[in-house]
């Protein structure tokens, strides 16, 4: 007997409303249907019909975890379009945001798998140490989530030096504690157990249906835009691509944690190395007609804005494409011959941000009609229960 | 290898099937490419210059005409493929042979400018409601989004 599931369309893992249908076969999903747009905002229309400083301001609102990634995206382009050099300060300091900005995103989401595991102590503790990263965020920019940091032609907000000495030490203290996460595997074999080997997603599928960021590097593929098309300030900067090959959400888990720490290495080679001068040019209102592609590595993945000016203060077009988009047809794959169970621990991993603790699941019986709804408790307890009957993975090792 | 090294092989390679070939910026280079000849050209970009991550679809409204951009990343350079299909008859062939990953992006296009992308393997709307009305495609700059003219009950005193 065949069941469909519904997710969504409210699901509140996603910023973004989406509805995946699941035809499940007992407990094991034989086929995942998407189906998208039900908070289709209209942006892209929109920002034509803006000026390009007042786009910077839309931009940041596509996305409250990587806002600075889509302005930072769409600023460099923008420069790039009115034939601007910013200066090396505003650029440092800038990127030095973006790095800030992916330490917080990877703390909260490898909070996020620790409870969807049922390891809501690793839950507490990220969380707990993201706070120190959110803070300094506050301290640069007076905000915690819509930083406003970017311009046309630099930065809104200079550093000084006490700022500096606060960010260095915060970074101190993460790194001691990032190292204990990567301790954290080897103390709690459950918990890789429950991770290892769940949503499987080869190199071969993870290369043709395009996937990006940490979920293409967990399956082996050593793509990123930092260091492949290296922008800005990457070029001068010390740092490795962390990569996984297990291919699953163990994987994604290592990915991330490697990340950090190599975020903390450039967070401190950029204050040590930060220029003296100024941190903003003046940018003109208009560029000239011309086009530009402008790439940028987002804590999720390749963020990707295609900008086309056409001599006016207008763009002629702005296409964004966001990360999580182009990991949708890999997450089908994903859930796959998966169970159920492994529903909120996959789904998690291509990094949406869960901001709701609660939601609804309708099991829809298809010959009776009959609709059962289940919360995500139950999900979670049934989640429990598989692992108590599964026996545990006694291959699966911690990497570190 | 450099820009100009990757241009001249395209070049040989694509032959007279290369319209033209730009270079506005470092690590950039757009190709443009009839309709009928762009599946060719992107097996070739995929087979021999590693253009097998496809970033995204882009489309643009050029009056008389629709551009399309296909915007593949390979690790030495950003290549992007340009074709152009007519307003009149919007039809363009399906990569999803080639990129299996370009399905979403494919279908985001034929909901926001119109265009028919022929052998696509699902084609339902992405975006746009179940009960968008039909004929409306809201990236095409003719449209213009008119708000229903707000009904208070009882009228404004």
Not at chain 1, 368 to 377: A, C, D, M, Y
Not at chain 2, 37 to 59: M, N, P
Not at chain 2, 90 to 103: K, L, N, Q, R, Y
Not at chain 2, 152 to 157: A, L, N, R
Request: charged share 30%; hydrophobic share 40%; net charge neutral.
């Amino acid at each position: 007997m065949k069941f469909q599931i519904p997710i969504g369309p409210q699901h509140p893992a996603l910023k973004e409303p989406i509805s995946l249908r699941m035809t499940v076969e007992g407990e094991v999903i034989r086929d995942v249907d998407i189906r998208l747009g039900y908070n289709h905002r209209g942006l892209e229309k929109l920002a034509e019909e803006r000026s390009f400083i007042q786009n910077i301001y839309l931009t940041e609102r596509i996305c409250g975890i990587c806002s600075h990634s889509h302005t930072t995206c769409f600023v460099q382009g923008v420069e790039k379009l009115m034939e601007l050099a910013p200066p090396r300060r505003g650029m440092y300091i800038r990127y030095l945001v973006s790095e800030l900005e992916r330490v917080h995103s990877h703390l909260l989401w490898l909070g996020v798998a620790g409870h969807e595991a049922g390891f809501d102590s690793f839950f507490m503790y990220t969380w707990r140490d993201r706070e120190v990263v959110m803070d300094l965020l506050e301290l640069i920019s007076g905000n915690r989530v819509h930083y406003a940091m970017n311009t046309v032609g630099g930065v809104r907000r200079d550093l000084d030096e006490g700022q500096k000495a606060k960010i260095l030490e915060g970074i101190a203290v993460l790194r001691k504690r990032s190292e204990y996460y990567f301790k954290i595997g080897a103390n709690e074999p459950s918990f890789v157990a429950r991770i290892a080997g769940v949503g499987l997603l080869t190199k071969e599928q993870a290369v043709s249906l395009c996937a990006v960021g940490p979920t293409a590097r967990a399956s082996s593929i050593t793509r990123d835009v930092r260091k492949e098309d290296p922008y800005a300030v990457y070029d001068e900067m010390d740092f490795e691509v962390g990569t996984a090959d297990s291919c699953d959400v163990l994987g994604r888990v290592v990915v991330r944690v490697k990340e950090l720490l190599e975020s903390y290495k450039i967070i401190e080679q950029i204050v040590r190395k930060l220029p003296e001068g100024p941190i903003v040019v003046k940018a003109p209102r208009k560029a000239k007609p011309n086009e530009v592609v402008s790439r940028y590595e987002a804590p999720r993945g390749e963020n990707i804005h295609y900008i086309k000016s056409n001599g006016s203060e207008k763009p002629e077009r702005l296409k964004v494409r966001a990360p999580t988009l182009a990991n949708y047809p890999a997450t089908i794959e994903m859930l796959r011959n998966g169970f159920i169970a492994d529903i909120p621990l996959i789904f998690a991993a291509i990094d949406p941000c869960i901001c709701c603790a609660e939601r609804t699941v309708t099991l829809v019986n298809y010959r009776s009609g009959e609709e059962t709804t289940v919360r995500l408790s139950d999900l979670r307890r049934r989640a429990a229960e598989r692992q108590k009957n599964a026996p545990p993975k006694r291959n699966a090792v911690w990497p570190f | 290898m450099s820009d100009a090294d990757i241009i001249q092989r395209i070049q040989q390679d694509l032959g007279g099937r290369a319209i033209e070939v730009t270079n506005p910026d470092r690590r950039r280079i757009f190709v443009k490419v009839n309709p009928a000849e762009l599946l060719s050209a992107v097996t070739l970009l995929r087979d021999k210059y590693d253009c097998r991550y496809l970033a995204t679809i882009s489309g643009l409204d050029k009056g008389e005409t629709f551009e399309i951009l296909y915007h593949f990343a390979s690790p030495a350079a950003n290549i992007n493929v340009r074709t152009e299909v007519p307003r009149a008859s919007p039809h363009v062939e399906s990569i999803t042979p080639v990129i299996p990953g370009a399905v979403l992006y494919e279908r985001e296009l034929q909901d926001m400018f119109g265009l028919v992308i022929d052998h696509i393997p699902d084609p339902r709307p992405l975006v746009v409601p179940d009960d968008w009305p039909a004929g409306n495609y809201p990236l095409r700059k003719d449209w213009k989004y008119e708000r229903p003219e707000e009904i208070i009950p009882g009228g404004k005193s």
